[in-house]
């Protein structure tokens, strides 16, 4: 790989930016903690999914698809879960199943490509066992009344990712830490399942995994022990992928092997409605279902999209407008040039897209850049270079996961809503034989009725279009 094809990444651990340099460029790793599936997510669960399908997209282009292994799990065993299907009356296995289908549907309108695993916390149980008995074995952990914890005081380096000390922590310490913990960081690997929740036989009785295990445990499963990247939201920098590095290493031996477990860590910032933190209590929590009713998912893919990726998203309403109309310039465009063949031998790595990318996941410089391209296609003058011009928008436009529909379906709508098509065009065309007739008063009325319903016209010099209004 060429230096101008060099992927950088800001590395949480560390906190600089890195050139990235696989273990293995035919095998290059990726995991993402994904949901727990106990309602539907929510638009801040919606950026992580966007921006590491942009990653696993750059890491294709690198590296070829068949070489990137994307792995992104369902947590399916979980007190919410359990919560939730008691208010629900409903058995637990049927909530989950539920809301994981629901999950994909959101994220599918999204745009995004399915990773290349989903693996499921109860499908890896015996792993999980397993592993805490490893950690049992080397001293890493210890049970104390039925259940089993992490003993972080025996990782030198628990702190690192998120800068922070053992004595800060005992030190910050708000609730009442369990009597049977060594130590106020330790946390839980194992725990006993109470009457009516889901259990499993282990060597400590019958019980279930803490959250914190089974991202490890399905790493070591299905990646590692080590892995390329592992990434996720701002928020599980502490403690859960804190949590992750400390027994992950502790099993395989981080210190006396110098591996990593992870080698370079992604995290996205928070997300923020209208500048406040998104809250059932302040009645601003906006489920990625609900928004998907009255906006496209690339409206919210570009939104999702807009800020650099390591910065907070303050999602408001002025946000999606400026989305939809970025979008609605980007289709004008290729609307107008629909009567022209993409170059099909434009590769998305010759893009401006691509070189925008390559920095750090730089959506925001490489949406720029789409808009250029756009400008580009718009002022071309010979049918080649129109051409180019389109193939090179599509290929960028697809690293972002963008411009994905036809434009006259963007404009107008789902292609099976045959009735309107038809009482728009008939209407057009009544419209037309008013002005040249002269009947302005009646051409008026037409578009004023047109609008009415939603309907826009653009009178241009091949035609009168229309598109629902936005």
């Given at each position: 790989?060429s230096?101008s094809?060099?992927?950088?990444?800001h590395?949480?651990l560390?906190?600089?930016d890195?050139?990235?340099?696989p273990?293995?460029?035919?095998?290059v790793?990726l995991?993402?903690c994904?949901p727990?599936?106990?309602?539907?997510?929510?638009?801040?669960?919606?950026?992580?999914?966007?921006?590491?399908?942009?990653?696993?997209?750059?890491?294709?282009e690198?590296?070829g698809p068949?070489?990137?292994?994307?792995?992104?799990?369902?947590?399916?065993?979980?007190?919410?879960?359990?919560?939730?299907a008691?208010?629900?009356g409903?058995?637990?296995?049927?909530?989950?199943?539920?809301?994981?289908?629901a999950?994909?549907?959101?994220?599918?309108?999204?745009?995004?490509?399915?990773?290349?695993l989903?693996?499921?916390a109860?499908?890896h149980i015996?792993?999980?066992?397993?592993?805490?008995e490893r950690?049992?074995?080397?001293?890493?952990?210890?049970?104390?009344?039925?259940?089993?914890?992490?003993d972080?005081?025996?990782?030198?380096?628990?702190g690192?990712?998120?800068?922070?000390?053992?004595?800060?922590m005992?030190?910050?310490?708000?609730?009442?830490?369990?009597?049977?913990?060594?130590?106020?960081g330790?946390?839980v690997?194992?725990?006993?399942?109470?009457a009516?929740e889901?259990?499993?036989?282990?060597?400590?009785?019958?019980g279930?995994?803490?959250w914190?295990?089974?991202?490890?445990?399905?790493?070591?499963?299905?990646?590692?022990?080590?892995i390329?990247?592992?990434?996720?939201g701002h928020?599980?920098?502490?403690?859960?992928?804190e949590n992750?590095?400390?027994?992950?290493c502790?099993?395989?031996?981080?210190q006396e092997?110098?591996?990593?477990?992870?080698?370079y860590?992604?995290?996205n910032?928070?997300?923020?409605i209208?500048?406040?933190?998104?809250?059932?209590?302040?009645?601003?929590?906006?489920?990625?279902h609900?928004?998907?009713?009255?906006?496209?998912?690339e409206?919210l893919?570009l939104?999702?999209?807009?800020?650099?990726?390591?910065?907070p998203?303050?999602?408001?309403?002025?946000?999606?407008?400026?989305?939809?109309?970025?979008?609605?310039?980007?289709?004008?465009?290729?609307?107008?040039?629909?009567?022209?063949?993409p170059?099909p031998?434009?590769?998305?790595?010759e893009t401006?897209?691509?070189a925008?990318?390559?920095?750090?996941l730089?959506?925001?410089?490489?949406?720029?850049?789409?808009?250029?391209?756009?400008?580009a296609?718009?002022t071309a003058?010979?049918n080649?270079?129109r051409?180019?011009?389109?193939?090179?928008?599509?290929?960028?436009?697809?690293?972002l996961?963008?411009?994905?529909?036809?434009?006259?379906?963007?404009?107008?709508?789902?292609?099976g809503?045959?009735?309107?098509?038809?009482?728009?065009?008939e209407?057009?065309?009544?419209?037309?034989?008013a002005?040249?007739?002269?009947?302005?008063a009646?051409?008026?009325?037409?578009?004023?009725?047109?609008?009415?319903?939603?309907?826009?016209?653009?009178?241009?010099?091949?035609?009168?279009?229309?598109?629902r209004?936005?």
């Open positions: 790989m230096a094809r060099t992927l950088t990444l590395n949480t560390g906190g600089r890195e050139p990235f340099v273990q293995d460029p035919e095998r790793t995991y993402v994904g727990t599936v106990y309602n539907r997510v929510h638009i801040g669960n919606g950026r992580p999914v966007v921006v590491f399908d942009v990653l696993f997209r750059v890491l294709r690198l590296y068949d070489h990137v292994v994307y792995a992104r799990n369902i947590t399916d065993v979980d007190d919410k879960i359990n919560k939730a008691a208010d629900n409903e058995p637990i296995a049927a909530l989950t199943e539920r809301f994981t289908r999950f994909h549907e959101d994220i599918a309108e999204l745009g995004t490509l399915e990773p290349t989903e693996p499921r109860t499908e015996q792993p999980m066992i397993e592993l805490i950690l049992i074995e080397r001293g890493h952990a210890y049970v104390a009344d039925d259940h089993v914890l992490f972080v005081t025996s990782y030198p380096e628990y690192a990712l998120s800068g922070r000390s053992l004595e800060d005992q030190a910050g310490a708000r609730v009442e830490v369990a009597e049977y913990k060594r130590h106020a330790d946390f690997l194992w725990k006993p399942a109470a009516g889901p259990g499993w036989e282990s060597p400590w009785g019958t279930r995994p803490g914190h295990l089974e991202c490890t445990a399905m790493i070591r499963s299905h990646l590692g022990p080590m390329d990247i592992h990434g996720g928020d599980l920098v502490f403690p859960h992928h992750e590095i400390a027994q992950g502790a099993a395989e031996g981080c092997h110098g591996t990593h477990y992870a080698r860590w992604v995290h910032g928070h997300l923020t209208d500048g406040e933190k998104m809250s059932k209590s302040l009645g601003n929590f906006q489920l990625l609900d928004l998907l009713r009255h906006y496209p998912g409206v893919r939104a999702l999209l807009s800020r650099h990726y390591r910065a998203l303050n999602f408001s309403e002025e946000t999606l407008a400026q989305a939809r109309n970025s979008l609605n310039g980007l289709y004008r465009v290729l609307r107008d040039a629909a009567d022209i063949e170059d031998l434009v590769a998305a790595a401006p897209v691509f925008a990318l390559l920095d750090d730089n959506t925001p410089a490489a949406i720029t850049a789409l808009h250029r391209m756009s400008d296609l718009a003058t010979d080649a270079q051409a180019r011009r389109k193939g090179e928008l599509l290929s960028g436009a697809g690293l996961g963008l411009l994905q529909q036809d434009p006259a379906a963007w404009f107008q709508g789902d292609a809503d045959h009735e309107l098509a038809a009482w728009v065009e209407r057009i065309v009544a419209r037309q034989a002005r040249k007739d002269r009947d302005f009646t051409a008026d009325a037409i578009r004023d009725e047109l609008t009415a319903n939603g309907i826009e016209l653009e009178d241009t010099p091949d035609g009168t279009r229309w598109q209004a936005t």
